[in-house]
C-alpha cells in the first residue's frame, strides 16, 4: 500500500502544531510528512512588537525547526513556496516540486496597505523577524543620526505608528518603555521625542472593553503616546506622513512610519484559484477548501465566520493553534480511511494585550477583565503554555518568560 504524501506549507503557529501533532498520531509507514519553510526556525509572531522595539532580542523568538520537528519522521524542505497548483495536486518551490495526496497550507499573512499612498514605499511593517530586526535597528540609527548634523531634523526623533488593533497597541507600550533608554544612550532629550499613534476608528483596540481601554490609553499617554483617533492616514512621504481629521488635514515630519492597521492572507494563496476574500479562503466545516477535499487551510489564510455576529474571527494565534491540532485530527483519520471528519468551533479562551513594562489588559474565560501586573502574568502564562504544547517542558525551559515582575 502506497504511504499518502502529506505536505504542510508554513512553519507559523498553524504549519508547526499540524506538524508536531502528525508525527506522534501517525506511525512511520502510514503517511510521508514534509513540512516546507523559508527559513530553518519557527517564530512568536505574537513577540515580534517587542523584538521591532528592541525590547527583546530575537533570538528569544526563533525556534529551531529541528527542536521540535523529528526530522527522522518529517522530511523538512528549507525553500520559497512559489505557486500551489490544486489540480495537478503540486506545489511549486523555488528549488523544486513537490507533489501531495493532502496539502495544509499556513503560509500566514501580509500587510494590508488599503491603497494608502507611498505606505508600501516609506513604512515598516511587523511582519517576521528580519522587518522587525529593521525596525528596531532604523530607530537606533535615527536616535544616533539626531545629534550628528548640523540642523534639528524633527522627522528624526518622530516616531509614528499606523494602527491602534492589538499589534499596534503592544508596539506603542514597548516603544513608551524604550524610548528613555535611547534618550539616554544617544544624548537625546525627551521632551524632543514624540511617539503618535494613528487610528482611523474613534477609538483605539476597537471592540475591546471601554473599561480596559480606558486603562490602556491612560498608562500609555502617562508615558509620552499621543494618540490621533478618528483620523486618516492618507499619504505616507520619505519624510512625513499626511493624516486627516474632519476634513482637516495635517503634515506630521518622520522618518519612522510602523504601519499595524491590517494584514491579509498570503498572495500565493490567491493566485492559486481559490476563491478568496483579501487573501484568505472561506474554509469549510472541516477546514478544507470547497471543491479541494484534499486542500486544508490554517491559520492567517483560513476565513471562519462568526455565525453569532455574522463576522470572521480575527486570526490570532489562539485560533491558528485550534485549527491546527483539529486538521492533523482529521488528516489522521482520512490517512486511516475515515471519511467521517470532525467540524471545527473555535473554543475562545480570552485575549491579552500587553503594554509593556510589567503591565497588560485582558478579558478570559468567562468575561473577567484583567488589569495590569495580572493580565501581564496571563499573557506570559498564556506564552508558556503555547511553548510546552509545542516543544515539550524542554523548550519552555528554553524560551519560557518566567519573571513575572518585570518583562
Sequence with gaps: MNRPNIVVLGAGYGGMITTTRLQKMLGANEANITLVNKHNYH?????LHENAAGTLHQDRTRIKIS???DTNRVNFVQDTVVSIQPEEKKVKLE???????????????EAETFGISGLKEHAFSITNINNSRLIREHIDYTFAQYNNQKDEHKEDL????????????????????RI?????EYDVPRDKVRLINVEAAPTVLPGFDEALVEYAMNLLEGKGVEFKTGTMLKEVREDSILVEKDEQQEVIPTNTVVWAAG?????????????????????????????YDDVFIVGDCALIINEETDRPYPPTAQIAIQEAVQTAKNLQTLVRGGDKLEGFVPNLQGTVASLGEGKAIGVILDGKKLFGWTASVMKKVIDNRYLLKLGGIGLLLKKGKFNIFTK
Design 95 to 109: 528549488d523544486g516540486e513537490l507533489d501531495y495526496d493532502y496539502l495544509v497550507i499556513g503560509l500566514g499573512f
Design 43 to 47: 517564530y512568536q509572531t505574537t513577540w
Design 67 to 69: 527542536d521540535v520537528v
Design 158 to 177: 518622530n516616531i509614528v505608528v499606523g494602527g491602534a488593533g492589538f499589534t499596534g497597541i503592544e508596539f506603542v507600550g514597548e516603544m513608551a518603555n
Design 263 to 291: 494584514v491579509r492572507g498570503n498572495s500565493i494563496v490567491e493566485e492559486s484559484g481559490f476563491e478568496t476574500m483579501r487573501g484568505r479562503v472561506k474554509v469549510t466545516e472541516d477546514l478544507r477548501v470547497s471543491g
Design 180 to 184: 528613555p533608554e535611547l534618550c539616554e
